[in-house]
């Protein structure tokens, strides 16, 4: 039977400067004292550089929270995986559901920004996930089908050089977290998807974390269940406290 080792990431989106960072994940350090978890932190473009710096060493992993479909060329404004790369940061989150609503990001976009990343050596965090209305229509499994095998198509993956997450877009920062039993059973397809798509050990290492409203009351459940091995995390992610007791609780969970 194949281990999956937790993964608790921290999204920040647009939120703490660059000296928040630091001092953040200096606190961050302090608390963290086991490597049963991946830890991954997400800050802004501009604070990576300090994130890289601060965490060498140490159990912490920086991810861009977004990125480039080019390596270099007239695009103003945007960051090519290559500069990441060089720069230290190891993970990307593509296809956040912010990025493909308020950005216009398409599954073809975002598979084309993940090949290139994963050709620089970044892990994708894959956002997947439905809205509300698709989830009334009954539509889960048919949107949750479409976004993996459009943004995998072409792809070679394994359990080192992917991370997937479901995030229902009705639940990130709305407090409204999806029941154990509903985030279990997207989980459970998505991992049947990759079977699907690959094969039973890609299947049965690669990571799917939840994301949505995932909070220090509800991770514990969560990670009680058999396909969800870790949180992608906003709004909880940025307090000290609460994202390092859902590391403690995370730590403990190993599939
Ligand atoms: P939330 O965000 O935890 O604040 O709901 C999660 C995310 O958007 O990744």
């Known amino acids: 039977m194949t281990s999956r080792k937790p993964i608790a990431a921290g999204n920040w989106k647009m939120n703490k400067s660059v000296t928040e960072t630091g001092d953040f994940i200096g606190q961050l350090i302090e608390q963290v004292d086991s490597d049963q978890c991946e830890i991954i932190v997400a800050p802004t473009f501009v604070a990576l550089d300090t994130a890289v710096a ?118 990130i920062g709305t407090g409204k977290v999806a029941g154990k039993e509903d985030a279990e059973q997207a989980h459970a397809f998505v991992r049947e998807l990759i079977q699907n798509m690959y094969d039973e050990q890609v299947a049965n290492e690669v990571r799917i974390l939840y994301g949505g409203s995932a909070k220090p009351d509800n991770i514990g459940e969560l990670m009680s269940m058999p396909n969800v091995d870790g949180g992608l995390i906003g709004g909880a992610s940025l307090d000290i406290a609460s994202f390092a007791k859902m590391i403690q609780v995370m730590q403990t969970t190993q599939k």
């Open 54 to 171: 601060k965490s060498k060493n140490t159990y912490i992993q920086i991810a861009a929270q977004n990125c480039y479909f080019k390596e270099s060329g007239a695009f103003t404004g945007e960051i090519s995986p290559l500069f990441l790369q060089e720069m230290g940061v190891s993970h990307v989150i593509l296809g956040h559901s912010e990025r493909r609503t308020i950005f216009g990001e398409t599954d073809s976009n975002i598979r084309a920004k993940m090949q290139l990343a994963m050709k620089h050596g970044l892990v994708p965090i894959f956002c997947i996930g439905e809205t509300l209305e698709q989830r009334e229509a009954g539509q889960v499994k048919e949107v949750l089908r479409e976004q993996i095998q459009q943004g995998l198509q072409d792809i070679a993956i394994s359990g080192e050089n992917m991370i997937i997450a479901y995030e229902p877009v009705w639940a």
